[in-house]
């Protein structure tokens, strides 16, 4: 059973960089898409972007100048930063497996998300 | 980018009864190969999303047959049989055409 799982800090002050690293455990890198997704508390979700297991990366043009996801294939990990945040960067970010076939798109495995708060 | 509008915001339902939700997106979903690349998640508070439909129509595994998804181009709906409790939450509708991926803005589904 495939099982993600985010760490990093909760807390940044304004200005600084947000890290996050999600962890894949019981499955592969090798196929998918690694992907972050984030939501504001009481609000919808919005699609950070995503890095393909050979390290092709694609970002939402609306935080493509703050936004770097990396991939370490043998931890079994990948990680997103966001620089130069504000309190509108405060959300819960998932990381989540999309499974993109010829015969389908969908995000099939999440983190069960973490709640990170810009503040000073 | 393009944008998924949801109806309603909010869908109170007595358990029992249908529930439909409607999505709507600025250009059409069809792709040339012939798929309509929307899908449908739930997410219960205080939990991530799940999907349930993919492709617009398709549930995915585990998900009961009395959730199913319509509707093509620009058009959707996800129908709901017969609502149970445990099918409170909010959904979101969500394209996969093309980058950036975007969702609708939720529809809250209350049990009454």
């Known amino acids: 059973q495939v099982q993600l799982q985010e760490s990093g800090p909760r807390l940044v002050k304004p200005s600084e960089t947000l890290s996050l690293t999600c962890t894949v455990f019981g499955g592969s890198i090798t196929g998918y898409y690694w992907t972050w997704i984030r939501q504001p508390p009481g609000k919808g979700l919005e699609w950070i972007g995503y890095i393909y297991y050979l390290g092709n990366t694609n970002y939402n043009p609306s935080l493509k100048s703050r936004v770097t996801i990396s991939l370490d294939t043998s931890k079994k990990q990948f990680s997103l930063k966001v620089s130069s945040v504000t309190a509108a960067d405060t959300a819960i970010y998932y990381c989540a497996r999309w499974n993109y076939t010829t015969t389908w798109r969908l995000f099939d495995y999440w983190g069960q998300g973490a709640l990170v708060t810009v503040s000073s | ?112």
């Open chain 2, 1 to 112: 980018d393009i944008v998924m509008t949801q109806s309603p915001l909010s869908l109170p339902v007595t358990p029992g009864e249908p529930a439909s939700i409607s999505c709507r997106s600025s250009q059409s979903l069809l792709h040339s190969d012939g798929y309509n690349y929307l899908d449908w998640y739930l997410q219960k508070p205080g939990k991530s999303p799940q999907l349930l439909i993919y492709l617009g129509s398709n549930r995915a595994s585990g998900v009961p047959d009395r959730f199913s998804g319509s509707g093509s181009g620009t058009d959707f709906t996800l129908k709901i049989n017969r609502v149970e409790a445990e099918d409170a939450g909010i959904y979101y509708c969500m394209h996969t055409i093309q980058i950036p991926l975007t969702f609708g803005g939720g529809t809250k589904v209350e049990i009454k």
